[in-house]
């Protein structure tokens, strides 16, 4: 059929008239969007072009008002498969709850679901490396990727063929601060050095290094100018270099190595152009994260293909949430800086309301902020205040204002809303807990109770002392490290038949005891003395010193596993170790299925040999899970008591939360160094190489952005102590994104009496409790809210 003119036109003006409708509503959508933030947020929601840091306090909504600014700028600029807007954030949960989040606002405003992709940092750098894999050199059809740990093979190994290059330096090392030549004292020192002091400064150095963007080359160069005696940067550098060969002769990759890769593809201009044109900007999430590395990689990407102005980055974080820079690279100095150079011209936004909590509580959490960033200053009296660096940036959480569109902002709070308890003892704190716990969930069946815990040992005890909650109260407890101690259980199977293997190894008869010992099966002791003579250990003459029970009861262990290698096939010596280190319920069902997938590889060749080398590759390459119940929002269900650390806590919120053993020695504790390894000095050498690295790296990064800095590098008992007071100052932030978890109620004790230490604190059995200081935030709480103290 022809329309006639009259009717194209009328059609043509139809088509018009529904598009600007169209457009005006949309319009409007995204206004009314926009005013659905608070102030702070909205910030975001009109960000357009260039970089801009967001920092922002606990439960002020980031990920809520990046959802929503990212659907914004992805209606504004029409964003399409070709132009996206990339999120990245550090977890696969938090990536996939942002993702949805944007999905349902782009459903709302009835546009498609495209025009962004939400990555895991390590997800995009995969994406980039594997576009180019002849430029990024990293194939994954021929590659491992695996996460090296301590006690790894490569970093063994790495430790092993740098003694034997270095003997001077060895021995430079064994001889430590004094040393009168005796024999078993060498062996025993020797021991340390090969199986503790230098892997773990292997671990440290290598991370901390390789994800600053340095080579082993630029920590040689360093240290030249270093003068301490040991050389720690030179060995660093050496342990950095044997580690790399090493994993490229084994085609093993670590994280590090993916994001290297995914830079070197950016580094090649046309695949550089490719990425920057396809990439509108990059919103990052819990930036104060990063390392120099992964923000490398965010600001090349975020860059314009033909640069006239700033990178299109947006950066949201929360300094004060810092709380993984004393066990990964992470360092929220970075992000600090950011903000201070957006502050600088004027594009730092900061969202200071939250509703997650009761008044009482948000008090109390700018209280120790406050109170800790005092003591800090005080303790440092003597410095100009500019320089004294401090735990936390100041920063106060505000309320919401009476109209916030958040349902139930600041809650009323439950009882005082903040409790505070000194028990007697540790049993007597578990016995508080469950009657506020039974009481809170029977008064309010669909709230959610959570139990933090600085350690797992500290989650463990108290999970044994409440196993009878669901039986007889029908209250579920689910304890978080659980599951997380079944990804341990290859590792500690490995290790044992590695003993069984070769028995007379030092090293492998060390291992098995570190083993027994964490499962609590025989006491801690000096292990090296065990491990330096095997055969004097295992099988003693009768003219050696009789044994003392506990190295007595040790050897029973290790005596009884040998017989059972005697005695049983070595298809069931995976279950048969599964018994002896007492594993029970899903960790018994773990090592069934271990097992079976063991024994289904070796199949045709069956030996212990065999059986080995199958763990290793496991181990290795992470791919067992263990037997899991389910998965999703597991962690805040209503009317469960969960126990989790606080380091897994963050992120997430419950409406009462319990903080127990809040004692000095942990919170904010110090740093210790093993009886064992103290011949060196009073330091370690893996913080100090740690310490030196990042100062060193300031200094760089300060030059190259034309500051002024003295180039010196600090010697090992000042990288001490710079070490030190960087844990001391996580510590409180650990407390602080504790305390801020807890909507309706925080319930916070510290015990008069509790063990020495909980990694070896056996709760089922009578043992000497020890007169316990509170964390000296504790009765500064105490006095600022005497009401509360309960
Ligand atoms: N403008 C808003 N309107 C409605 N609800 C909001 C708004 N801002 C935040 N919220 C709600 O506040 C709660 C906390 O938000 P969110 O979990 O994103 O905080 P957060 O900043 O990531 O917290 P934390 O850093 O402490 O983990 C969420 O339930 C979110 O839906």
């Known amino acids: 059929m022809v329309l006639d003119s009259q009717d194209t036109s009328a059609s043509n003006l139809n088509v018009t008239s529904t598009f600007v409708d169209r457009q005006q509503w949309l319009e409007t959508q995204l206004q009314l969007l926009r005013n659905s933030l608070r102030q702070g947020q909205q910030s975001l929601a009109d960000w357009n072009r260039g970089q801009m840091a967001v920092s922002a306090v606990p439960g002020a909504g980031k990920s809520h008002s990046l959802s929503v600014a990212a659907a914004i700028a992805i209606a504004k600029n029409q964003l399409h498969s070709r132009k996206q807007l990339v999120i990245v954030t550090y977890t696969r949960s938090a990536a996939a709850n942002i993702k949805s989040k944007i999905r349902d606002r782009l459903k709302e405003l009835k546009l498609p679901p495209g025009g962004f992709v939400v990555h895991t940092l390590h997800g995009l750098a995969l994406q980039i490396a594997n576009s180019q894999k002849e430029l990024s050199g990293l194939n994954l059809d021929n590659v491992t990727i695996m996460v090296p740990t301590v006690g790894h093979r490569i970093i063994r190994s790495a430790v092993d063929r740098w003694i034997a290059k270095n003997p001077r330096h060895y021995q430079v090392l064994i001889e430590g601060v004094q040393f009168d030549g005796e024999e078993t004292e060498k062996l025993r020192r020797q021991s340390v050095l090969r199986t503790e002091i230098l892997p773990s400064l292997t671990n440290i150095a290598v991370r901390e290094a390789k994800s600053s963007g340095l080579l082993p080359e630029d920590l040689w160069e360093w240290s030249k100018t270093a003068t301490d005696s040991y050389q720690v940067l030179a060995i660093a550098a050496g342990l950095y270099q044997q580690y790399q060969e090493l994993m490229r002769s084994r085609d093993f990759v670590d994280y590090d190595d993916m994001i290297l890769a995914a830079l070197r593809v950016l580094d090649y201009q046309p695949m550089r152009v490719l990425w920057q044109n396809q990439v509108f900007a990059v919103f990052e999430d819990e930036a104060q994260d990063s390392s120099p590395l992964q923000e490398k990689l965010i600001s090349i990407l975020a860059e314009n293909a033909f640069p006239t102005s700033a990178p299109n980055l947006v950066r949201v974080g929360d300094p004060n949430q810092a709380i993984n820079s004393t066990f990964t690279p992470a360092n929220p100095i970075y992000f600090n800086w950011f903000c201070n150079d957006c502050e600088q011209q004027g594009n730092l936004a900061t969202m200071n309301q939250a509703g997650r909590s009761s008044k009482i509580i948000i008090d109390a959490a700018n209280f120790v902020l406050h109170w800790v960033n005092q003591q800090t200053l005080e303790k440092h009296k003597t410095s100009p205040v500019e320089e004294v660096a401090l735990p936390f940036r100041s920063q106060n959480i505000c309320l919401v204002d009476s109209d916030d569109p958040q349902p139930e902002a600041n809650p009323h709070p439950e009882g005082k809303g903040l409790e505070i308890k000194i028990p007697d003892d540790v049993y007597h704190t578990v016995e508080l807990i469950e009657q506020r716990a039974i009481a809170l969930l029977q008064a309010n069946p669909h709230r959610s109770i959570a139990i933090l815990v600085r350690e797992n040992r500290q989650g463990r005890f108290i999970a044994e002392k409440l196993a009878h909650l669901p039986k007889e109260n029908s209250i579920k407890v689910y304890e978080v490290g659980e599951s997380e101690r079944y990804s341990q259980i290859p590792q500690e199977i490995l290790t044992l038949l590695q003993f069984l293997d070769r028995p007379h190894s030092p090293d492998n008869l060390k291992s098995a005891l570190e083993v027994l010992t964490q499962r609590g099966l025989i006491p801690a002791q000096d292990l090296n003395a065990l491990a330096t003579y095997p055969e004097q250990f295992l099988y003693p003459s009768p003219l050696q010193e009789e044994q003392k029970p506990s190295v007595l009861q040790a050897r029973r262990y290790c005596c009884n596993l040998l017989r059972a290698r005697l005695e049983l096939p070595h298809y ?219």
């Open 572 to 790: 069931q010596l995976i279950p048969f170790l599964g018994m002896t280190l007492k594993y029970t319920g899903g960790e018994l069902a773990t090592v069934q299925k271990l097992s079976e997938k063991v024994n289904l590889q070796i199949a045709h060749h069956s030996s212990l040999k065999s059986t080995i080398e199958a763990l290793e590759e496991i181990v290795i390459s992470e791919k067992f899970e263990g037997v899991e119940e389910d998965t999703g929002d597991r962690y805040t269900r209503n009317g469960q008591i969960t126990i989790i650390t606080m380091h897994k806590a963050k992120g997430l919120d419950w409406d009462y939360v319990f903080l127990p053993f809040l004692h000095d020695d942990v919170l904010p504790g110090e740093l210790w160094v093993p009886v064992a390894a103290r011949f060196i000095g009073y330091f370690t050498l893996a913080e100090v190489a740690r310490a030196q690295i990042r100062t060193l790296m300031h200094h760089k990064l300060l030059l190259e952005n034309n500051k002024a800095v003295a180039n010196t590098i600090p010697n090992p008992v000042e990288a001490w102590t710079e070490a030190e007071r960087l844990k001391q100052a996580e510590e409180f932030r650990l407390l602080y994104v504790a305390m801020t978890r807890a909507k309706r109620l925080l319930w916070i004790s510290a015990a008069d009496l509790g063990p020495f230490r909980w990694s070896i604190f056996r709760g089922d059995r009578p043992s000497k409790m020890q007169k316990k200081k509170p964390c000296p935030a504790l009765p500064a709480l105490i006095k600022q809210f005497p009401q509360c103290l309960v």
